[in-house]
């Protein structure tokens, strides 16, 4: 798909025109509100007749960008949703060894003084 969009030099009107390399740089919203406009004109360039039975060239360039934003705006999406989870786990990781940190502090406070006084005369 975005060999065919390279080959077509496929261009997207957004805010002046966008090669498929500056889609990238679009928010998940932006890249939606694309995705509407392109939609619109997929209907638009639609139509039912008996004479026409095949696509157009225009037809498949608009489904073409239309795949792409697509395919854009998910890779988004799951990056997005990955980081979040990255991010969760390096919470719940802190969180862990705070209690862990808890627990050993804990266990030494528990401790006998002279135990914990042959601990410092070894150190």
Known sequence: MFKKASRMKLRFNYRGWCSVE????????ELDDLYKGLKSAQIENSSESL????????????ELRVDI??????EKM????????RVEKKKKKQLLLE?????ENQKLKDMPVEELTKLVNEL
Do not use: P, Q, Y
């Open 51 to 62: 004479l026409v039975n095949r696509k157009s060239i225009k037809n498949d360039a608009i």
């Open 99 to 103: 209690i862990i940190s808890e627990k």
């Open 69 to 74: 934003v697509t395919e854009i705006f998910n």
């Open 78 to 85: 799951k990056a997005a949703e990955d980081n979040e989870n």
């Open 22 to 29: 500056d889609l990238w740089d679009l928010s998940v919203e």
